[in-house]
Nanobody
Framework: QVQLVESGGGLMQAGGSLRLSCAAS????????MGWFRQAPGKEREFVAG????????CYADSVKGQFTISRDNAKNTVYLQLNSLKPEDTGVYYC????????????????????WGQGTQVTVSS
């Protein structure tokens, strides 16, 4: 089992940057592809970014390509999401998720692909 704890959210003005972190428990972190999702008020939870087990392959929602960057440090059991050029529409609760994978370089974008979820961290962007 994996426990995920997100941190780094906050209130930012448009144009600002944030770095979210997700710390995972357990010794099998490198066996999981990792993803970030977000949920805006009144909307469905949506995929934002994903990284393969190795970190060598990443995938992004079209809406955040070139704006957000996902990375991971398997030695620290941590995955990061760098959010740049923030916009009010980036507001939401950001969730970290883990997808057990037999493949080193596969990136997953589906909610159902992910087995474990964190509690989320709030990001609010004011105009």
């Amino acid at each position: 089992q994996v426990q995920l704890v997100e941190s780094g959210g906050g209130l930012m003005q448009a144009g600002g940057s944030l770095r979210l972190s997700c710390a995972a428990s357990g010794r099998t972190f490198s066996m999981y592809a990792m993803g970030w999702f977000r949920q805006a008020p009144g909307k469905e939870r949506e995929f934002v970014a994903g990284t393969s087990r190795s970190g060598g392959n990443t995938c992004y929602a079209d809406s955040v390509k070139g704006q957000f960057t996902i990375s991971r440090d398997n030695a620290k059991n941590t995955v990061y999401l760098q959010l740049n050029s923030l916009k009010p529409e980036d507001t939401g609760v950001y969730y970290c998720a883990a997808a057990w994978s037999n493949y080193l370089n596969t990136c997953y974008i589906g909610k159902d692909d992910h087995n474990y979820w964190g509690q989320g961290t709030q990001v609010t962007v004011s105009s």
